[in-house]
Nanobody, 122 residues
């Protein structure tokens, strides 16, 4: 059974940092592009960042320069370092696994984590 389990959410003040982790099991991790989506209260789920097996990555404009994604295939884990956090980053962050890096979209996600809440206070 495939599982994606997120860690690291919490409450932080604006300007602060958090590091999210997503530990995968039950899948051939290296075959998947990994990434994060987020969903703020009352809003639709949106793309945040993706990383391919080769390490190439793409960021949403809203987080570019502040967030950094990385992966450790040996540990089947993907990380999201979030710096200079803003109140508008408040959301539930979902880890996602997608087979096709180029088609990294909500309707192409093979597996989802249950999400971790990030709250940024002003």
């Amino acid at each position: 059974q495939v599982q994606l389990v997120e860690f690291g959410g919490g409450l932080v003040q604006a300007g602060g940092s958090l590091r999210l982790s997503c530990a995968a099991s039950g899948l051939t991790f290296g075959r998947y592009a990994m990434g994060w989506f987020r969903q703020a209260p009352g809003k639709e789920r949106e793309f945040v960042v993706r990383i391919g097996g080769s390490g190439g990555s793409t960021y949403a404009d809203s987080v570019k320069g502040r967030f950094t994604i990385s992966r450790d295939d040996g540990k089947a884990t993907v990380y999201l370092q979030m710096n200079s956090l803003k109140p508008e980053d408040t959301a539930v962050y979902y880890c996602a696994a997608v087979l096709n890096y180029r088609a990294f979209a909500i309707d192409a996600v093979s597996y989802w984590g249950k999400g971790t809440l990030v709250t940024v206070s002003a």
